[in-house]
């Protein structure tokens, strides 16, 4: 199963994308977890994306496409693959979209975890404070909140053309929201 894992800053994704790739073995590949990965052994890729990302910005489509592609081109892809954190822009999605045709493929399902905004704001101070993660202060995560919403249902809408896109309600426990989502994927594995 090749699928895409959409929601805000703070929805959840993350810790879902996970539990969802342990249950179903597929390989989560997170593009935030990627980018921190390259900031920290410092390659070119780490060192020009830094600067966006410690601004709370995207780093530019063709850095991230092109470290996602190669990615998920690698044998450990090909049992299938949870995205967590792409695409985040139509161009991004479109991207991904063709070199999967390209190889006669697509994405199977795109669960959209749902949660508030007032919510994920409340959830995004929380984890800065435990984390103390630099691009989480309160005035960049409003930001970034604001920059993603709109990025990001746009990439809702692509999906929603290509017939793959389904929403999944965020508020409550881990516990709770992973049955729904299972529930989604169980549709389209049946
Ligand atoms: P995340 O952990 O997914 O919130 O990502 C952390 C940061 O990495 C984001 O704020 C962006 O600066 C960058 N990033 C991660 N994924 C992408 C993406 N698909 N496109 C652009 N920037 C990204």
Redesign the pocket.
């Known amino acids: 199963m090749k699928m895409v894992l959409l929601g805000l ?1 703070g929805a959840g ?2 810790t879902q994308a996970k539990l969802v790739a342990e249950r179903r073995g597929l390989l989560h590949v ?7 990965e390259a900031v920290a052994q410092g390659t070119a890729l780490g060192t020009q ?1 830094n600067d ?2 410690s ?7 063709e ?3 092109g470290m ?1 592609l190669e990615r998920i081109s690698q044998p450990d892809a090909s049992a299938g693959f949870i995205l ?6 139509v161009a ?1 999605a479109d991207a991904l979209q063709t070199a999967l045709e390209a190889e006669s493929q697509g994405i199977d399902i795109v669960p959209f975890i749902r949660v508030p905004e007032d919510m994920l704001l409340e959830r995004i101070a929380k984890r800065a404070e435990i984390e103390g993660r630099v ?1 989480d202060a309160p005035e960049v995560a409003q930001r ?1 909140l604001r920059e ?1 919403a709109e ?1 990001l249902e746009g990439v809702a809408a692509f999906y929603g053309e290509h017939g793959a896109l389904c929403d999944v309600d965020g508020v409550g426990s881990v516990d709770e929201v992973f049955e729904r989502l299972d529930a989604e994927l169980e549709r389209v594995s049946a």
């Open positions: 800053i994704k993350g997170s593009t935030g977890d990627m980018l921190r994306a966006y990302m601004r709370g910005e995207l780093v530019p489509d850095l991230v496409i996602l967590d954190g792409f695409p985040r822009t991004q691009d970034r993603q990025g």
